[in-house]
């Protein structure tokens, strides 16, 4: 068996010595001056304790021995906070615990509601969430449950159920947005998701009732609306059929009677010509169009001193048009 006995620093050469701890040295300063960025990173330098610059992405240098410090920040990821429950697993089948302590709140009209919701945020100064803060996690929580608070305390609860659901969401952004950046925290809260909303377990009943009505009613006015929007239009198109006929009526009247003035101002002026012969065409016109339709039938004179076939004239005439 071979045995192993290491040198003594007190035979080595002074060289081999200090070529030792140059290597030690050249390790040490390398581990401590050199760092990767990853690329939704960005690290905040300083030097002594102060801020001296951001690095981006990639193989990054520094001054070693703990003189410079960097901080690296995530600044592309969308973080979540959770208010209400917790996930204990994600996946297909995701488990959450409850946190009755942040989700119970008072309503505007004296209610208790309990509300689930979750904040969305991305890291938009790096500087600025470093330094600026010092209880970053903690601090967005407080704000986001103040603002629900808030928004929460100003509706009646039928209205946090239903439809001032996206008003609240809409409404918490801008907030948390302008306090955040009063405080100077260096994020953006990209959207406030409001997960569940449901009254206390003993009157969730009640509530249930509530909420059936109200779809009834809601149902009950679509079915209302829906007749409005089938029998107005059909009611205005026939109205304005009647009207369309009735111009249409008294346009034709209007024709026919200028042209019936037409007709007797061309007949007067006939007759201002020839009065006697007008006179005796327009007798002739008369009784060919009063006996029109009747066959067989002589007209005399009062006095039975003359024979007049009125009702052969037709005939004849229409019999020599007929020869020609």
Do not use: C
Not at 19 to 41: H, K, N, R, Y
Not at 71 to 88: K, L, M, P, S, W
């Amino acid at each position: 068996m071979i045995k192993f006995t290491p040198p003594k620093l007190g035979k080595m050469r002074p060289a081999k010595i200090a070529m030792i701890l140059l290597g030690i040295l050249v390790v040490v300063m390398l581990g401590t001056s050199i760092f990767i960025v990853d690329q939704a990173e960005e690290a905040v330098i300083t030097r002594f304790g102060r801020y001296i610059g951001t690095k981006g992405p990639g193989l990054q240098f520094k001054l070693p021995f703990g003189i410079d410090h960097n901080y690296t920040v995530n600044v592309r990821a969308v973080q979540t906070e959770e208010f209400g429950f917790r996930t204990q697993q994600r996946g297909a089948r995701p488990v959450y615990t409850s946190q009755a302590s942040e989700f119970t709140m008072l309503t505007g009209d004296l209610n208790i509601v309990d509300v689930e919701w979750i904040i969305q945020y991305r890291v938009s100064d790096s500087r600025a969430w470093v330094f600026n803060v010092q209880e970053q996690g903690r601090t967005i929580r407080d704000v986001s449950r103040s603002a629900i608070n808030m928004l929460v305390g100003d509706r009646a609860i039928m209205n946090i159920m239903g439809i001032e659901r996206s008003a609240i969401e809409a409404a918490a952004t801008v907030f948390m947005n302008e306090t955040f950046r009063g405080y100077g925290l260096g994020i953006d809260v990209i959207a406030v998701r409001l997960q569940n909303v449901f009254p206390p377990a003993g009157v969730q009943e009640a509530f249930d009732d509530v909420n059936k009505a109200i779809q009834d009613l809601e149902r009950l006015i679509n079915e209302g609306q829906q007749a409005y929007n089938e029998v107005i239009p059909r009611a205005r198109g026939e109205a304005e059929q009647m009207i369309q006929v009735a111009e249409g009526y008294a346009i034709a009247r209007v024709n026919r009677a200028n042209g019936d003035v037409a007709r007797f101002n061309s007949v007067y002026n006939e007759y201002r010509l020839a009065p006697e012969v007008t006179r005796q065409r327009l007798y002739y016109e008369m009784i060919e169009e009063v006996f029109r339709n009747e066959e067989g039938m002589a007209i005399i004179d009062r006095n039975l001193d003359n024979f007049l076939p009125m009702m052969n004239l037709g005939g004849a005439a229409a019999r020599q048009q007929g020869g020609r």
